[in-house]
Nanobody
Framework: QVQLVESGGGLVQPGGSLRLSCAAS????????ICWYRQAPGKERELVAL????????TYADSVKGRFTISRDNAKNMVYLQMNNLKPEDTAVYYC????????WGQGTQVTVSS
C-alpha cells in the first residue's frame, strides 16, 4: 500500500534551517507529483511546495519563495524540503502528499521556530 513517512522536524531558532524528508513506498514514485503542505494551529492546511514528476518543475507558496527548496531523488523514492531563514510563522505540522489516485498523506512532522 502507499506509504509516506516524514522526518526531520524539530525546534529551531528564527533564522535557522531544517531539512525535511519524505520516504515514499507502494507506488511508482517517479510518475507522480509530490507536495509538502503545512498546518498551523487554528489554521487550514496550506500548500507549501510542489514538485512534478518527469519534468521536475517546482511551485512554491509566496510566503516561502526564496527560502524553501523542494527536491526529489527518484532512485531513492525520496522528497526533501530544505527550509532556510525560518520564521516563527513557519511553525506548523508539515505533511508530505502524493498525487496518487485519490491522494495520500503522511503522518506529518512538527516544525517549531522559536527563540
Amino acid at each position: 500500500q502507499v506509504q509516506l513517512v516524514e522526518s526531520g522536524g524539530g525546534l529551531v531558532q528564527p533564522g535557522g534551517s531544517l531539512r525535511l524528508s519524505c520516504a515514499a513506498s507502494g507506488f511508482a514514485f517517479s510518475r507522480y507529483a509530490i507536495c509538502w503542505y503545512r498546518q498551523a494551529p487554528g489554521k487550514e492546511r496550506e500548500l507549501v511546495a510542489l514538485i512534478t514528476s518527469t519534468l521536475v518543475s517546482t511551485t512554491y507558496a509566496d510566503s516561502v519563495k526564496g527560502r524553501f527548496t523542494i527536491s526529489r531523488d527518484n532512485a531513492k523514492n525520496m522528497v526533501y524540503l530544505q527550509m532556510n531563514n525560518l520564521k516563527p510563522e513557519d511553525t506548523a505540522v508539515y505533511y508530505c502528499y502524493a498525487r496518487v489516485h485519490s491522494g495520500y498523506w503522511g503522518q506529518g512532522t512538527q516544525v517549531t521556530v522559536s527563540s
